[in-house]
């Protein structure tokens, strides 16, 4: 199976993960609030979750960087190189081409998007 075909699947689990979680939500009452809440804790914290990468490129004129990283688990995606936007432009001003990183990424606004970088000493 080649890469596409992974991003694809991959990209296909999280929509079907995030409708049911929307349904989920659309038939909570009262007295499921605290399940609720606590299953949206559960998705937040796993979002921040860091993980390994290796700066391959950055463009910042387009907000965006190139990185060889570790499993996503977050976003069900296994380890690859692959090209992300930035929650914050700003983030693109603390690597460079060749820098070891911990990140975490998420969905923002329907794409995929660095919410958090660490440039790794």
């Known amino acids: 199976m080649n ?11 999280t929509a079907s993960a995030s409708i049911a979680f929307a349904q989920e ?10 399940a609720h809440s606590s299953h ?9 979750e860091l993980v390994d990468g290796e700066v391959k ?10 990185l060889r990283h570790g ?9 690859m190189t692959m090209v992300f936007r930035v929650k914050d432009p700003a983030m693109l ?8 990183i911990k990140f975490a990424a998420d969905r923002v606004n329907g794409a995929l ?7 790794v000493q």
């Open 71 to 79: 499993e996503l688990k977050n976003l069900n995606m296994g380890a």
């Open 57 to 66: 490129k950055v463009d910042r004129d387009a907000g965006k960087i190139t």
């Open 3 to 13: 890469a596409f075909s992974k991003l694809t699947i991959a990209l296909a689990l």
């Open 93 to 100: 001003n603390q690597v460079k081409t060749g820098d070891k």
């Open 40 to 48: 949206a804790g559960h998705l937040a914290a796993a979002a921040t």
């Open 113 to 119: 998007a660095i919410v958090e970088l660490q440039a």
């Open 25 to 34: 939500g659309s038939h909570s009452g009262h007295g499921s609030h605290g």
